[in-house]
């Protein structure tokens, strides 16, 4: 019983050498992703935005 439980836990733990990183939170990641794909996308189709608005 005592080595399933180990097993267990030895799966749900961080490897050793990412313990130390500082891993952000995923939603920060998502936030931070939208953002830089509308910021290109607003860089690659400025032109078109501006022709919009005359």
């Not at 399933?4 to 961080?14: A, G, V």
């Not at 313990?19 to 607003?42: D, F």
């Amino acid at each position: 019983m005592m080595t399933e439980q180990n097993s267990d836990n030895n799966q749900n733990k961080t490897p050793s050498k990412m313990a130390r990183l500082a891993w952000p939170k995923a939603k920060y990641g998502l936030i931070i992703a939208i953002i830089l794909i509308i910021t290109v996308n607003g860089f690659y189709y400025k032109d078109f935005f501006l022709s919009l608005f005359k």
